[in-house]
């Protein structure tokens, strides 16, 4: 029998209205929320968007156990907050110890969301982005529909309100 051994994992308080971590930080540890809630942030043109409300059991940061870099936004207490920090080495050790098939499944999952998330990160703002943007998500509906009548009918349905949209965006995109 192989030797077990429990990790103990650091732990942090944040009282409320503190800052948990800052956009541009390096990125080097999540966040799994044993109590209290926070707010994530991203800054837009100078206002602070939120972009999500997390609470107890939720993770945040974790994109810094796969991937080195800095983080993409801020997350502030909204309550007193105690939080178990996971580190990248110890979420490592533990995928390295898994089933080759869950270590596959996990990489696949990193690169799709490394991805989606570079999409996302990009600044997708101009008229020019939401018409291509538009676009992609119809052919991808339309090809991902199984029955030839739902897309069919769905081609019929949206294709008119989708032409409408992209005629509505031609005056405001770069010439």
Request: charged letters at 25%; glycine letters at 6%.
């Amino acid at each position: 029998m192989g030797k077990s051994h429990t990790v103990i994992l650091d732990r942090s308080f944040v009282p409320q209205n503190g800052l948990v971590m800052r956009k541009d930080d390096v990125a080097n540890c999540a966040y799994l929320i044993q109590s209290g809630s926070v707010g994530v942030y991203a800054e837009k043109d100078g206002v602070e968007v939120e972009l999500a409300k997390l609470g107890t059991g939720d993770i945040f940061g974790e994109m810094a156990l796969i991937h080195e870099d800095v983080r993409t936004a801020n997350v502030r207490a909204l309550e007193d907050c105690n939080f178990i920090i996971i580190t990248r080495q110890v979420f490592l050790e533990k995928l390295a110890a898994s089933d080759a098939t869950i270590k596959a499944v996990v990489e696949m999952f990193v690169r799709r969301l490394i991805h989606l998330n570079d999409q996302v990160t990009n600044n997708l703002d101009t008229p020019e982005d939401l018409a291509n943007s538009a676009e992609v998500v119809f052919e991808r509906v339309l090809s991902g529909l199984d029955n030839p009548k739902d897309a069919a009918k769905f081609e019929v349905q949206v294709q008119p309100k989708l032409d409408a949209l992209l005629a509505a965006l031609k005056p405001y995109m770069r010439k």
